[in-house]
């Protein structure tokens, strides 16, 4: 039977005042064109590095992967901790060797590396490495050549989902040499972007000699630093059925889902942090949960928004975006199931008007409410395919 389509769309509205909190290669705030006019950005990329440094706190070491070009030195140090009467030189081997055989290629080390590293970042769980080295120690303690297949199945989520790891289950992972082990990701982040007209600024500052003579006055560095001030709308949608999938176990799912909303929410690329502190949280939050598909709202904000006189501009942007739900929901019958609001500064309030439960004004209440939609869903889920 088809697994039931389930989506959490979350959409964010974010003031962010002076800041370069994700720079292009000239070291510019990123922008991009949309609406006919340059609007602030900032990258999927950039925003999900930052949603994975804030798991850290929120989740078990054993539930996040590792984004590496040393793979062969972590397989290692396992091999070794298990087996101390293996050499560090046998041990790497017998790493590379297995990581061999899964598809990936390892590269020849060179005179300074003790071990050979992959030509490319590799994302690999911690339950995925312990099992490569004992699969490469039992290979080695029977005499015989390391099975392509067994290696190869490890790092197969579809065969193993239960060794994935929850950020590799969200984010995905691409492997160049073999990509059958490749895995789709369950969450879709989209570039945060301004909702108005983007106004780049330069910031012109000196820096004294604490230790120049006496009669050399001025300053010992002149310099600028680019920066904006911006709202953003930030959206990503999570493909409950697909993360399902990847985990291989409900109860990760869910673990998995609540750090994701939650870490969505709260982080914050870390670009230029020490000169601007904009540590900013989200003016408003909509979570809503769709059994249709996902959809963005970006387009409420086509139209830059522009605030004139004593006009504010929160109050504009909420405006637009309920606006666009609306006219989305009439012309395509895509109304979510379910629509939870978190409204946090003046202006934001007639976002309210969205919720099915006015009650969720908080995140937790948000989290929860969430977590018993999600679980209705497994149990409903579990029901349909008996």
Same mark, same amino acid.
């Given at each position: 039977?088809?697994?039931?389509?389930?989506?959490?769309?979350? !959409?964010?509205?974010?003031?962010?005042?002076?800041?370069?909190?994700?720079?292009?290669?000239?070291? =510019?705030?990123?922008?991009?064109?949309?609406?006919?006019?340059?609007?602030?950005?900032? *990258?999927?990329?950039?925003?999900?590095? %930052?949603?994975?440094?804030?798991?850290?706190?929120?989740?078990?070491?054993?539930? @996040?992967?590792?984004?590496?070009?040393?793979?062969?030195?972590?397989?290692?140090?396992?091999?070794?901790?298990?087996? @101390?009467?293996?050499?560090?030189?046998?041990?790497?081997?017998?790493?590379?060797?297995?990581?061999?055989?899964?598809?990936?290629?390892?590269?020849?080390?060179?005179?300074?590396?003790?071990?050979?590293?992959?030509?490319?970042?590799?994302?690999?769980?911690?339950?995925?490495?312990?099992?490569?080295?004992?699969?490469?120690?039992?290979?080695?303690?029977?005499?015989?050549?390391?099975?392509?297949?067994?290696?190869?199945?490890?790092?197969?989520?579809?065969?193993?989902?239960?060794?994935? =790891?929850?950020?590799? %289950?969200?984010?995905?992972?691409?492997?160049?040499?073999?990509?059958?082990?490749?895995?789709?990701?369950?969450?879709?982040?989209?570039?945060?972007?301004?909702?108005?007209?983007? =106004?780049?600024?330069?910031?012109?500052?000196?820096?004294?000699?604490?230790?120049?003579?006496?009669?050399?006055?001025?300053?010992?560095?002149?310099?600028?630093?680019?920066?904006?001030? *911006?709202?953003?709308?930030?959206?990503?949608?999570?493909?409950?059925? !697909?993360?399902?999938?990847?985990?291989?176990?409900?109860? %990760?799912?869910?673990?998995?889902?609540?750090?994701?909303?939650?870490?969505?929410?709260?982080?914050?690329?870390?670009?230029?942090?020490?000169?601007?502190?904009?540590?900013?949280?989200?003016?408003?939050?909509?979570?809503?949960?769709?059994?249709?598909?996902?959809?963005?709202?970006?387009?409420?904000?086509?139209?830059?928004?522009?605030?004139?006189?004593?006009?504010?501009?929160?109050?504009?942007?909420?405006?637009?975006?309920? !606006?666009?739900?609306?006219?989305?929901?009439?012309?395509?019958?895509?109304?979510?199931?379910?629509?939870?609001?978190?409204?946090?500064?003046?202006?934001?309030?007639?976002?309210?008007?969205?919720?099915?439960?006015?009650?969720?004004?908080?995140?937790?209440?948000?989290?929860?409410?969430?977590?018993?939609?999600?679980?209705?869903?497994?149990?409903?889920?579990?029901?349909?395919?008996?």
């Amino acid at each position: 039977m088809k697994t039931k389509p389930f989506y959490i769309d979350m !959409h964010v509205i974010q003031t962010v005042p002076p800041s370069n909190i994700n720079r292009d290669d000239t070291g =510019s705030p990123k922008t991009a064109r949309f609406g006919g006019v340059v609007r602030a950005r900032v *990258s999927s990329q950039a925003w999900k590095s %930052a949603i994975r440094k804030e798991f850290r706190s929120m989740l078990d070491t054993d539930d @996040l992967g590792l984004r590496t070009k040393y793979v062969v030195d972590s397989i290692a140090k396992r091999i070794h901790s298990e087996r @101390l009467d293996i050499s560090e030189d046998d041990a790497i081997k017998l790493a590379s060797n297995v990581l061999g055989a899964t598809g990936v290629k390892v590269e020849k080390k060179k005179d300074t590396d003790k071990s050979g590293k992959t030509g490319y970042l590799v994302f690999i769980s911690p339950q995925q490495i312990v099992k490569l080295a004992e699969l490469a120690l039992r290979s080695d303690d029977e005499g015989k050549k390391i099975s392509n297949k067994e290696a190869k199945a490890i790092l197969d989520v579809k065969k193993n989902p239960a060794l994935n =790891s929850i950020d590799i %289950a969200l984010f995905g992972r691409m492997v160049t040499d073999a990509p059958e082990l490749n895995v789709d990701a369950s969450v879709q982040v989209a570039h945060a972007l301004g909702v108005g007209k983007a =106004s780049q600024e330069f910031d012109y500052f000196t820096a004294m000699d604490d230790c120049s003579p006496k009669d050399n006055a001025g300053a010992g560095m002149i310099s600028t630093t680019e920066f904006m001030s *911006s709202t953003l709308y930030r959206y990503a949608t999570i493909d409950i059925a !697909h993360l399902n999938q990847n985990l291989g176990s409900t109860d %990760a799912a869910m673990r998995a889902i609540q750090a994701f909303i939650k870490a969505f929410i709260t982080s914050m690329p870390s670009g230029k942090q020490n000169s601007f502190a904009n540590r900013t949280l989200p003016s408003a939050v909509v979570v809503q949960l769709r059994s249709t598909q996902p959809v963005s709202l970006v387009n409420a904000f086509e139209k830059p928004i522009r605030a004139t006189n004593n006009e504010n501009e929160l109050s504009l942007t909420c405006d637009a975006l309920i !606006h666009q739900e609306k006219m989305l929901d009439e012309a395509f019958g895509v109304e979510p199931d379910k629509t939870f609001v978190i409204c946090a500064a003046p202006g934001a309030e007639g976002l309210s008007s969205l919720a099915t439960d006015q009650k969720s004004s908080n995140m937790d209440a948000v989290l929860n409410n969430v977590n018993e939609c999600v679980k209705d869903y497994f149990d409903q889920s579990s029901i349909d395919g008996e």
